[in-house]
């Protein structure tokens, strides 16, 4: 078959299209929006997020006659706002690949294998400062780790300009752009096969064909992979097309050289043209007779075998590397004999000797991962606009994300976690608990905006529409989309009643329309300059406590255990009971929620995010809970959850509390599951405190407090000491902590750091694994007498080998020995996973204390965090 790559920019006369462009723009005033955006998302009964006012603010609206691309589609930014983090003032906005921190994640929970896919999704949000914090995060953070997994960093920020339009964020980005690439060059480029190497376990893709066949079947087969090497071919030509924008002629010749040359070498050594794929290459002999060099297959137990494919063989169009005359390898992708299933494509072709879809995770030898069905679709679009082919059609790409969108479900409603059976549609296996649900480590609104609808960024004033939609639907529409600083719709429809305007395809820029096609067909329209970015001082959410540090310090006048207040200073919201993110009061007939910022901050803007468990959504998918560890008693018992009828916001000052004046709330009454934002003029404190006035028979609680102000970064530290007598981060010489035991990699100081971490995939707690004693201890060693009323216990557990003590209880050293302390109360009554114990006694004065913990064998005591208070 004859075959070629189209040019990245047709010739177009585009003078003809500037007239118009201009003539339209000229009728004063713009068109009402097309869609009712609120009926929008009032079809769906599943939101677990209903905080309408920031989706309106943030997000392009979609609709189609397909209602279930529809559902995934809302889902998917449903899914983006669980999964933002605001880490600290200093670094913004990050996002978490897992709900949980997972040992292996950086700080505050990102974890770089999905941060090209993320980064897509998030470069269409209104509001660019997520983006950009993004973007910052990876070279700007400490403890970042831009590098753990491979990816596309400098694809992805040179993806979010063609968006944004914006060279001032691209220059910000420039510097970790090419860091990025100087750091995978030094550490995984092979000089002699002029290639990177790595293994698959690093590109997210554990237990793959390859590693199986070595000694190591997670982490095994070191070799040259078309995923990291065609993330570098993007990497580099993102960077040769910056510094010619920039106007570095030298380097735009060098960067594009070493793309160029890379991209050879790819078609070179991992293209075999009898199965017509790329595959992975050996870098080294292996065990079984695997011969360095070899692809899947050529050598070793299977050698000669016709199969080996795996779906990472598109990559290399996910960033259109290929030259015209490899389209044949796309025949394998729709056929049920290799990759295609109903709830597929399968990771590997169903004819391999190894294929296998697992039961448990993380096995890439067949299930269906979303990570690699959106590459796949990414890449399927790439080839359907830029390479003349008769190979793939726009009706497969819908069909493929049809079936992509009909994997996202769930108990019946919308859900993704890390891999499905592709069979079945089932996530079981794949769906840990406080872990895999609402799994962010794919794409979806993207492939929708951009392959679906078609709009296709590029760097210069022409904007280019090519949909690949359904030859058969007769309408469909997408609006309210940020791009080069312009507001942009795009609409089809066929016969002109659906949205009033006419028939057509039709594209509307600013409110006004530019262009109209009578059929679905490619649109090029040249863009007027977009007016200058505009925007105010920045502000920081000075509420987030995810350091571990003394301040701010989130108290409560009462908490459910498995609810404490620190759940709602993270940086993270989300409302469904399972898994929890929340603090929940406790009985009080008028509870109070409270920040200490340790020193004055300036205050304009609150926000209070409200439980709703009566209303919630009819359906709610969850995890594993049954084998998590978590006291699953503590999700069904206790009064319902609401928001509070009425609440009262008030700063400390100093004559005591009183209620911040001037206040201007939206809405004006509280509502669940959305913000609650009261704006005021700015006020400087040092605390703020939000009583609840809950309805009765009912408890209140929040997944979120957040404090917005202004203020010069870095921010001065709290000037008060804390209170916590049990807190050191390791870098002072008292308190002394101890134990009678710890284990290799939990030891006693990660239970006073200050961090918190319940979940089955964190480390930073106290396990002593492996202890002689049925008793074992933590010891604090004040250095000088300290009154003690209170101690907090935060008691993890895994469901495995970790859980709760029979008991536990306080000892204090006196003059005859260690003595127990006599406690006061105890709450709760047993020793809670997942929860704050706490224990209070009767002030007393100590220079050295003991928590002393009886195990509940075969389980041994996890202790996350100590407190140790005076009062």
Partial sequence: MSTRKLPLFRRTTLAALWLPALLVGCRPGGSPPLLDRQEVLERFSWWDNRDWDWYRKHIPFFESPDPDVDATYYYRWELVTKHLTYGSPATGYTLTEFLDRPFWSGTYGAISCPLGHQAYELRWLKDPRIVEDFARYWFETPGAQPRSYSNWYGDAMWATFLVLGDTAFLRKVYPHMEAQVAGWTEERWDPEHRMYRWVGAWDGMEYNINSRLTDDAFGGGEGYRPTLNSYLYADL????RTASLFGEAEKAREYARRARELKGRVQEELWDPSREFFFHQFARDEAGGIRAKSLTYQTGPFASNPHGREL?????????????????AWRFLLDPAYFRAPYGPTGVEQGDPQFFVSPRCCWWSGNAWPYATSQTLAAMANLLNDYEQEVVTPEDYADLLRTYALSHRWQGRPYVAEAADPFTGSWEGHNTFYH????FHSSFVDLVITGLVGLRPRPDDTLRIRPLVPRHWDWFALEGVSYHGHDLAVFWDREGRRYGRGPGLVVLLDGREVSRAPGLEEIRVLLPPAAPRRSGPRLHNFAVNNDGTPFPLATASSSRPTAPPFYAVDGNRWYHPSPPNRWVSDGDSVPWFQVDFGTDRLLERVQLYFLDDVDGPPLEAVGEEGASGFPLEALREGTPVRPPRRYRLEMWTETGWREIPGQRRSPARPQGRRANTVEFPRVRTSRLRVSLYPFPGSATGLTEFEAWG???????????????WAWNPGDRPFPKVSASFSGPEEGVGLAVDGKFSFTRYG??????????HREDWIELDF???RQVARVEVFLCGDGRSVGPPETFWLEVEGESGWEAAAPARAWPHRPTAWAVNTLEVEPLRASRLRVVFRHAPPLVTGVTELRVWPR
């Fill in 237 to 240: 030509l993102a960077l040769a």
């Fill in 312 to 328: 990472l063989g598109y990559v290399p169009w996910q960033f259109g590397l290929p030259d015209p005359g490899y389209e044949s």
């Fill in 436 to 439: 895999s649900e609402h799994y």
């Fill in 710 to 724: 202004p203020g010069e970064l870095p921010l001065a530290p709290p000037g008060i000491p804390t209170e916590n």
């Fill in 763 to 772: 480390r930073n707690r106290w396990v002593p694994r492996g202890s002689p």
């Fill in 783 to 785: 250095g000088e007498p």
